[in-house]
């Protein structure tokens, strides 16, 4: 199961369709996840919505963590990088961190939208992300061979380790860079903190936009200007 060239090249926006569709489900069914969960209670729902805003700032430090080591030029480049093999940071632990870190984001905001819309987020992403780790992986397999088959057999693809599976290899984390790539997911998880104190859409919304000036290149640049790493 591998997506296409096209499905790759444009996983930003096949993502951001999934988010939508979820929380376009309210037009069939209005009734809020995290309500139903809560039954109906407002403190509950918020200590839930607080729950999901707290597992989106562990996305959120994960992929930034991931991307100290795969770099944001890479990590958000529309072609498949697979000229080398990165196996240190949390890919010591995991295959596919970024990845994860966007199936966390799904579960939290899945909680903010209806019960259908939470299984078209949670149960769409993970299609989406099984897919995507398809190519990748196979892409891999085919330049990377032996080393990258050695590597697979003993790192999880998608739920953590405990402790790392293979040595650290020296490489050097670049943490500014990382923190700027992943302004959107920061923004995210302050969109969830915040609804789930305030129950306020309209703020909710206003750290979304955020989030989305921030996954500019031309912010990114501003932040942390790109320099070339050994």
């Given at each position: 199961?591998?997506?296409?060239?096209?499905?790759?090249?444009?996983?930003?926006?096949?993502?951001?369709?999934?988010?939508?569709?979820?929380?376009?489900?309210?037009?069939?069914?209005?009734?809020?996840?995290?309500?139903?969960?809560?039954?109906?209670?407002?403190?509950?729902?918020?200590?839930?919505?607080?729950?999901?805003?707290?597992?989106?700032?562990?996305?959120?430090?994960?992929?930034?963590?991931?991307?100290?080591?795969?770099?944001t030029?890479?990590?958000?480049?529309?072609?498949?990088?697979?000229?080398?093999?990165?196996?240190?940071?949390?890919?010591?632990?995991?295959?596919?961190?970024?990845?994860?870190?966007?199936?966390?984001?799904?579960?939290?905001?899945?909680l903010?939208?209806?019960?259908?819309?939470?299984?078209v987020?949670?149960?769409?992403?993970?299609?989406?992300?099984?897919?995507?780790?398809?190519?990748?992986?196979?892409?891999?397999?085919?330049?990377?061979?032996?080393?990258?088959?050695?590597?697979?057999?003993?790192?999880?693809?998608?739920?953590?380790?405990?402790?790392?599976?293979?040595?650290?290899?020296?490489?050097?984390?670049?943490?500014?860079?990382?923190?700027?790539?992943?302004?959107?997911?920061?923004?995210?998880?302050?969109?969830?903190?915040?609804?789930?104190?305030?129950?306020?859409?309209?703020?909710?919304?206003?750290?979304?936009?955020?989030?989305?000036?921030?996954?500019?290149?031309?912010?990114?640049?501003?932040?942390?200007?790109?320099?070339?790493?050994?």
């Amino acid at each position: 199961m591998q997506a296409t060239e096209f499905e790759f090249r444009h996983r930003f926006w096949v993502i951001f369709a999934v988010f939508a569709a979820g929380f376009a489900a309210y037009m069939i069914d209005r009734q809020n996840t995290a309500a139903v969960l809560a039954h109906g209670s407002r403190t509950g729902a918020q200590a839930i919505l607080g729950a999901g805003a707290v597992l989106a700032a562990a996305a959120a430090a994960l992929r930034t963590w991931a991307s100290a080591y795969m770099r944001t030029p890479v990590v958000k480049d529309q072609l498949l990088h697979v000229d080398r093999l990165v196996a240190d940071g949390p890919y010591r632990y995991l295959r596919n961190p970024l990845y994860l870190g966007t199936l966390a984001l799904a579960v939290c905001f899945g909680l903010m939208a209806s019960r259908v819309g939470f299984l078209v987020i949670v149960g769409g992403l993970l299609m989406v992300v099984y897919r995507l780790i398809g190519r990748e992986e196979a892409a891999l397999a085919r330049s990377q061979g032996s080393a990258y088959a050695a590597y697979r057999a003993r790192v999880p693809r998608l739920w953590p380790a405990i402790t790392p599976r293979v040595p650290a290899s020296g490489a050097r984390a670049a943490w500014g860079q990382a923190f700027a790539g992943e302004l959107m997911m920061w923004a995210f998880a302050l969109a969830a903190a915040a609804f789930a104190v305030t129950l306020d859409r309209r703020l909710f919304y206003a750290f979304l936009v955020l989030g989305f000036i921030g996954y500019l290149p031309g912010v990114r640049t501003i932040i942390a200007p790109s320099r070339s790493h050994p």
